[in-house]
Structures are given as structure tokens and as C-alpha cells.
């Protein structure tokens, strides 16, 4: 299986600045036959279901901000938020898709 | 504008089933695969397994000797059983669709609003 490992557990960011979350994957989620990394990010809210953000690593779901980036490739994986808003605070968790089971990370918490 | 609806039993004993039911509104069924998603109170994200339209599935091996996921696609649901729960399987259990265009394993773009499964010994 592979196990998803995030950092940091939690960060506290002034609006407007930039919050940086890493994922990291136990073994390559990069398919050479393609060349696309099958990682997705998602961001959670307190009582609500976990959004998708961000699928491919770096393609952004249809209404998602543009303040939202994703980068990386093969085990390193970054979530970039850009000019931090309030209503960003929430907790992002990446999830891979390479193989079964899928797998996610333990978490990022986003405060300000 | 697609939405999952989920519901069923919120409080269960130990050795009981739990069984949840998933209904989807709006877009195809077909071409997706359904999955169930849970999340203890305060911690991560487990995926328990999925199926397809045409109801293949694929369970976490961790909970396949339980489990059973269903689905009447004449109704657009399906549905999650898990057996002889214990205070362990208490959590916040999602059902979700999974794209799988380009790929043959899913993310996850729409979601239920998540039920709290309480079980007590």
C-alpha cells in the first residue's frame, strides 16, 4: 500500500501571505506510459464533506480559485495557497490514486 | 449540478450492522465508480472501498472480511454494510463518485454530506 505522509500537521498564516503544504508518497505515483502524477488535493471545512481542489497534481477543478496551485512530481508533492483569504482556514489533505487502496494524507490544518 | 445523499443508522451497538445508503442526483451514473470514504471524529481520511455501475467492486483489505457495497442502478444508489462493528468503526462515513477518465483508479469530485456512525459497546 501506498502511505501518504503530509508536513506540516498545522501552520498559522497572516492574510495575504502564502501557505505551503508538502505531500510525500511512500513509492512513485508518476506513470511513466502518461507522464501524469495521479495525486489530488482536497480542502476540508469544519461539519462539510472534503472538496476536491486539485487532480493530476496540478490541474485545478472547474471553480476553484487560482490562488490554489499544486505542484511536484513522482514521491514530492506541494499545495500552494497564494494570498491567504479567511475563508481558506480549513484542513487540506492530499490523496493518491495510483493504486488501490487509494490513500490519503494525515492532514495539514490552515489557521491564521 | 450533481449531489449525493446519503443516509441511515447513526447509533449502533457493538456487533451490529451498519448500513448506509447512497442516492446520486444529477449526471450520468454510468462511466463512474461510487465509493464509501470514512473519517474518525478529528482525524484522517480511510478509503473502505468502491463499485461501479455495473457493481464491481474493490474493497480496503483491512475491512473486506465485513463489508459489502451494493448498488441498484435503476435508482442511481448504492449502499454500504459493514458487519460486526465495534467501537473502532465509529466515524463520519462519506459516499463519493470517483472520476476514472484517464485513469483506472479515482479521485473523488463530489460528495455526500457525510453521516456520524456512533457505535457503543
Known amino acids: 500500500d501506498i502511505v501518504m505522509t503530509q508536513s506540516p500537521d498545522s501552520l498559522v498564516v497572516s492574510l495575504g501571505e502564502t501557505a505551503t503544504i508538502n505531500c510525500k508518497s511512500s513509492?512513485?505515483?508518476?506513470?511513466?506510459?502518461?507522464?501524469?502524477?495521479?495525486l489530488a488535493w482536497y480542502q476540508q471545512k469544519p461539519g462539510q464533506p472534503p472538496k476536491l481542489l486539485i487532480y493530476?497534481?496540478?490541474t485545478r477543478e472547474s471553480g476553484v480559485p487560482d490562488r490554489f496551485s499544486g505542484s511536484g512530481s513522482g514521491t514530492d508533492f506541494t499545495l500552494t495557497i497564494s494570498s491567504l483569504q479567511a475563508e481558506d482556514v480549513a484542513v487540506y489533505f492530499c490523496?493518491?490514486?495510483?493504486?488501490?487502496?487509494?490513500?490519503f494524507g494525515g492532514g495539514t490544518k490552515v489557521e491564521v | 449540478q450533481v449531489q449525493l445523499q446519503q443516509w441511515g443508522a447513526g447509533l449502533l451497538k457493538a456487533s451490529e450492522t451498519l448500513s448506509l445508503n447512497c442516492a446520486v442526483y444529477?449526471?450520468?451514473?454510468?462511466?463512474?465508480?461510487w465509493n464509501w470514504i470514512r473519517q474518525p471524529p478529528g482525524k484522517g481520511l480511510e478509503w473502505i472501498g468502491e463499485?461501479?455501475?455495473?457493481?464491481?467492486?474493490d474493497y480496503n483489505t483491512s475491512l473486506r472480511s465485513r463489508l459489502t457495497i451494493s448498488v441498484d442502478s435503476s435508482k442511481n444508489q448504492f449502499s454500504l454494510n459493514l458487519r460486526s462493528v465495534t467501537a473502532a468503526d465509529t466515524a463520519i462515513y462519506y459516499c463519493?463518485?470517483?472520476?476514472?477518465?484517464?485513469?483506472?483508479?479515482?479521485?473523488?469530485?463530489?460528495w455526500g454530506q457525510g453521516n456520524l456512525v456512533t457505535v457503543s459497546s
Open positions: 463499485i461501479n455501475d455495473s457493481g464491481r467492486t
Open positions: 513509492r512513485t505515483i508518476l506513470y511513466n506510459s502518461n507522464n501524469k502524477n495521479y
Open positions: 493530476w497534481a496540478s
Open positions: 463519493a463518485r470517483g472520476v476514472i477518465v484517464g485513469s483506472t483508479n479515482p479521485y473523488l469530485d463530489y
Open positions: 490523496q493518491q490514486y495510483y493504486s488501490r487502496p487509494l490513500s
Open positions: 444529477g449526471g450520468s451514473f454510468s462511466g463512474y465508480d
